[in-house]
Every structure is written in structure tokens, then in C-alpha cells.
């Protein structure tokens, strides 16, 4: 079966990131100045690479104190917006490097199916994906086969139907 061609961009990656403060560290207005820096280290490495390898830093925050004392979408000081939450219900947010241009979309040919044959499967008999997980399979082969991502399929059988 042929495809059309389709227009995509390169892939973008996000730095994951986790950070752990001491108990004597915790509570002491310490957690913008530590996003801050790792912002910086993170866009400074990146952007020193001679093809920068992400658009920003995603990070699940694990704090109930943080989640409590900044429960705004965006966070103004450290450029962080909350995006959902994880399969394990803590907020998920997302900061963009702002010096981090995007590529224009490039045309390419699809000649096959995806080359998950799972997905393959679902896609070509009339599913769409429906929801992605973020960490949802973080065993070492769920993180080496797709980052950790699984996915939800959604068929609409009115559409399936032989008629």
C-alpha cells in the first residue's frame, strides 16, 4: 500500500532531569535557585554541542512541599509550565531553551508502516493513538525500545466496520 509522502521535523528530545536536597537543605528557598542553575548548565551544554540535542528540560516533581507553595501553571521565575501529570499523579512540567531554534519540516517518503510492529499492527487496521505516557514503561527495555513511552490506541468501530 502506498503512503503519501509527509512533512515532519527532526526529532526533539528534552533533558529529564531529577533533583534531591538533604533534609537540612529542604525548605530554605533553595529549590528556584537549583532549577536555575540546572537550566544554565543544561542550555549551556547543550548549545555547546555541535548540534544541540534538545529543546528544553522536562521534570516530574516529586516535592508535595513545591507542588504545594507554587501551584500556578507557569512558573515565572524558573520558565517552567505544567504540561499533566505522570502515571504516578505527580505534575510534570516543562521549561523550552529559549536560544533553541526549530527546524523546518522535511518531506520524506513513507514507504512502510512504523517500525514498531506493534504499532504497525494497531495503525494500519484504523486505530489512532488516543493517549501517550510519559514513563510509562521505565524497565531498562522499556527505556532502550521507546524512552519509557507507551501508548494508548482508540478504534472507533463505526469506522472498522465492513459495510
Same mark, same amino acid.
Given at each position: 500500500?502506498?503512503?503519501?509522502?509527509?512533512?515532519?521535523?527532526?526529532?526533539?528530545?528534552?533533558?529529564?532531569?531529577?533533583?534531591?536536597? &538533604?533534609?537540612?537543605?529542604?525548605?530554605?528557598?533553595? @529549590?528556584?535557585? $537549583?532549577? %536555575?542553575?540546572?537550566?544554565? =548548565?543544561?542550555? !549551556?551544554?547543550?548549545?555547546?554541542?555541535?548540534?544541540?540535542? &534538545?529543546?528544553?528540560?522536562?521534570?516530574?516533581?516529586? @516535592?508535595?512541599? $513545591?507542588? %504545594?507553595?507554587?501551584?500556578? =501553571?507557569?512558573? !515565572?521565575?524558573?520558565?517552567?509550565?505544567?504540561?499533566?501529570?505522570?502515571?504516578?499523579?505527580?505534575?510534570?512540567?516543562?521549561?523550552?531553551?529559549?536560544?533553541?531554534?526549530?527546524?523546518?519540516?522535511?518531506?520524506?517518503?513513507?514507504?512502510?508502516?512504523?517500525?514498531?510492529?506493534?504499532?504497525?499492527?494497531?495503525?494500519?487496521?484504523?486505530?489512532?493513538?488516543?493517549?501517550?505516557?510519559?514513563?510509562?514503561?521505565?524497565?531498562?527495555?522499556?527505556?532502550?525500545?521507546?524512552?519509557?513511552?507507551?501508548?494508548?490506541?482508540?478504534?472507533?468501530?463505526?469506522?472498522?466496520?465492513?459495510?
Amino acid at each position: 500500500m502506498d503512503r503519501p509522502a509527509v512533512s515532519t521535523g527532526p526529532a526533539y528530545i528534552f533533558f529529564a532531569t531529577a533533583t534531591f536536597c &538533604a533534609e537540612k537543605h529542604r525548605r530554605n528557598n533553595t @529549590s528556584i535557585p $537549583i532549577m %536555575q542553575a540546572t537550566q544554565t =548548565a543544561l542550555r !549551556d551544554y547543550n548549545l555547546g554541542l555541535p548540534k544541540p540535542e &534538545a529543546i528544553g528540560i522536562i521534570v516530574e516533581i516529586e @516535592s508535595t512541599y $513545591i507542588n %504545594q507553595r507554587y501551584p500556578e =501553571a507557569f512558573w !515565572d521565575a524558573t520558565k517552567f509550565g505544567f504540561i499533566g501529570y505522570s502515571p504516578r499523579g505527580l505534575p510534570v512540567r516543562v521549561h523550552y531553551f529559549t536560544d533553541f531554534k526549530l527546524q523546518p519540516p522535511v518531506r520524506i517518503e513513507r514507504t512502510q508502516g512504523a517500525s514498531d510492529s506493534v504499532a504497525n499492527f494497531h495503525l494500519t487496521n484504523g486505530a489512532r493513538i488516543e493517549q501517550i505516557h510519559w514513563m510509562g514503561d521505565h524497565s531498562q527495555q522499556g527505556m532502550k525500545r521507546s524512552l519509557g513511552l507507551m501508548v494508548n490506541y482508540f478504534y472507533k468501530l463505526s469506522d472498522n466496520r465492513d459495510t
